[in-house]
Structure formats: structure tokens, C-alpha cells
T-cell receptor
């Protein structure tokens, strides 16, 4: 069974600084997708970034980028120039067509200090 | 509509009562998912629908839980004889197709069972 591990329950970053959130996963599949979702206190899950496993190039979306290490089964999220609005829970998630569902990590609470 | 909508936003019920939660997916999205999120936890998959295919009910925690979807439109999640452990946020998501497409989430229904 696939598992997603987010080992850090909380992190804090100074506004305008850079922070990296870690995520590892376990799978025997070769074709899958990885996601980072943000959940602010409003509880709306918002897609941050998406990575297709067959693509070697790391996905980027403005201030957000990933470090995808397929062999190590690692998928970390880097947030550059952190803003107060980045404060939220961040979930790493894995999807494979074999079971057609998103498997989520337990999440990490990110706080941003002004 | 612009996004996934869910109703009600909040539901308080007494133990033993039945509840029905509703999800309106994004128009044109053929895949629809239900997840449960207990306080401070990640999301647990419950069920998904893909077009007119038989739904994958593998995540439903007990036979008190059921869900329906008519075609590619509205879905309802029904919990019969609610228990206190059913208290959680129930999130619905939809995607264009199935394999790896981004899932867009609704704001969720917070269910409290007294």
C-alpha cells in the first residue's frame, strides 16, 4: 500500500525568508502523480503544485517549487519569499491510477512570523 | 459554477440520527471524490465516482455510510445512525478525468455529532 509521510508536524519561517517542507512516500508504482495542497483556516483545500513522476524536471509555480527525487521517493516543497498569507496546513499527496485515489500525509502546520 | 460547492457548511446532529451531505462538482468534471478529515489530521478517502461506472466504495468505514451520484452531477453522502466518532469535516472533490488530474475541493461540511 502507498504511504505518504510528513515527519515535521510544525514549522515556522520569517516573512520574506525561504522554507522547505519535507515529504516522503512509499510505492512500487512507476507512474504516479504528486501534489502539495494548502489548507488555510477556512479549510478550503487549495492546490499549490503538481508533479508527474515521469517528468524529471521539478515543477514550479511562482514562489513555490519542488525538489522531486524519484529514486529517494522524496518530494519537498520550497516556498521562497514567504508571505503572511502562506500560513496554513500543507499536505503532501500521492495519486496512482492503480487505485484511483489521493493518499495524503498528515500535514504540516506552517506559521509565518512578521 | 466556478468551483465545487457543498452543503450544509455545518451540521450538528444527535447521536443516532441520519444525515445527508451534498456536493455539487464543477460542471464537466466526470470524477467525484469524498474524503473525511478528522481534527488535525490528513484526509481519508471514502468513495469515488467516475462517470457511469460503479463507484469505488473501498474507503467507506462502515455500512452506515453510503453515497450516490446521478450521472455526472450532484452527489450525496449519507451517514445513518450517526456516532460521535463520525464527527469530522467531510470534503468533496472533483476532477476532469480520473488518472492524475488535479482534484478541486469544496469547502467541506463540518459534522458534529452530540
Amino acid at each position: 500500500a502507498q504511504t505518504v509521510t510528513q515527519s515535521q508536524p510544525e514549522m515556522s519561517v520569517q516573512e520574506a525568508e525561504t522554507v522547505t517542507l519535507s515529504c516522503t512516500y512509499d510505492t512500487s508504482e512507476s507512474d504516479y502523480y504528486l501534489f502539495w495542497y494548502k489548507q488555510p483556516p477556512s479549510r478550503q483545500m487549495i492546490l499549490v503544485i503538481r508533479q508527474e513522476a515521469y517528468k524529471q524536471q521539478n515543477a514550479t509555480e511562482n514562489r513555490f517549487s519542488v525538489n522531486f527525487q524519484k529514486a529517494a521517493k522524496s518530494f519537498s516543497l520550497k516556498i521562497s519569499d514567504s508571505q503572511l498569507g502562506d500560513a496554513a496546513m500543507y499536505f503532501c499527496a500521492y495519486f496512482t491510477g492503480a487505485n484511483s485515489k489521493l493518499t495524503f500525509g498528515k500535514g504540516i502546520t506552517l506559521s509565518v512570523r512578521p | 459554477g466556478a468551483g465545487v460547492s457543498q452543503s450544509p457548511s455545518n451540521k450538528v446532529t444527535e447521536k443516532g440520527k441520519d444525515v445527508e451531505l451534498r456536493c455539487d462538482p464543477i460542471s464537466g468534471h466526470t470524477a467525484l471524490y469524498w474524503y473525511r478529515q478528522r481534527l488535525g489530521q490528513g484526509l481519508e478517502f471514502l468513495i469515488y465516482f467516475q462517470g457511469n461506472s460503479a463507484p469505488d466504495k473501498s474507503g467507506l468505514p462502515s455500512d452506515r455510510f453510503s453515497a450516490e451520484r446521478t450521472g455526472e452531477s450532484v452527489s450525496t453522502l449519507t451517514i445513518q445512525r450517526t456516532q460521535q466518532e463520525d464527527s469530522a469535516v467531510y470534503l468533496c472533490a472533483s476532477s476532469l478525468r480520473l488518472a492524475g488530474d488535479t482534484q478541486y475541493f469544496g469547502p467541506g461540511t463540518r459534522l458534529t455529532v452530540l
